[in-house]
Every structure is written in structure tokens, then in C-alpha cells.
């Protein structure tokens, strides 16, 4: 059996969608097939997401901004918007089951100084980063049975 994809949506698909993407993919490993993508991707993965990302381990460099049509033709298990414009936005996908919004800050709009922007990055990634790896185990826990 194929495992679950759960797709991450959001609406740039720069900064948060791929936060929680690699949060869930590290906290899952190949127990479900995890991804991102945006309604208006912005083309690029933030580089302070990256930065943030590989200060707690996961690499992030290899990610790529989609657009959620990507995924209109695959078996989509769980759609989770993590932003309000994406859950607006939202289609239902083929064999979706699922669907879950919680909204995080977009770090995108941090202002001030690198270090600054720096901190804003790290504060809504130990949001996602709690929220994503407590699903993950709820996930795990559900699976064993």
C-alpha cells in the first residue's frame, strides 16, 4: 500500500508551507508522502526559511515553489492550509479524506534588520514546528493500531 500523501498549502509557497513540509516530512519519514505548494506561489523558497530550517537540522535547499494544480491529478489524503488566503483557496483533490487549517504569521512580511527578520523566522517556525510534530504523532499513534 501506497503511503498517504498530505499536501501543505499555502499561498506563496515560500516561506510557512515549506516550514511545515520539511517539520512533517522529518517527523513522519516514509510513514506519508509530504508536500507543498501555494495559490500564487512566489517562485522561490525564502532563503531565511532555509537559513531557519538548517539551524534545527532539516535542509530545505533542494524545495521548490509549486503551484497546487501540481497535485490536482494525484491522491491527495490530507490537505492542510496554513495560511487564510490558502484555505479560501483551497480545491478538494481526488481521494482528499482530510483537511485541517492552521494559520501561522507569514515571516515573509518581517521587517528590520536580518536579525531581526532572523527571529520572526524562528518564532513561526517553533509554532509550525510544535503544531506539525504534535500532528505527526497523533499520525503515528493512529497507524500502530
Known sequence: MNPPTILILCTGNSCRSHLAEGILRAALGDRATVAS???KPAGYVHPLAIR???EIGIDLAGHRSKHLNEFLNQEVETVI???GNA???CPMFPG???RHHWGFDDPAHAEGT???QMAVFRRVRDEI???F????AGRLDAWKE
Do not use: K, P
Open 114 to 116: 536580518e536579525e531581526e
Open 52 to 54: 531557519a530550517m538548517a
Open 129 to 131: 514546528r510544535r503544531v
Open 133 to 136: 510534530e504534535a500532528y505527526a
Open 37 to 39: 505548494a501555494g495559490s
Open 81 to 83: 492550509t496554513v495560511c
Open 87 to 89: 484555505d479560501q483557496a
Open 96 to 98: 482528499q479524506v482530510n
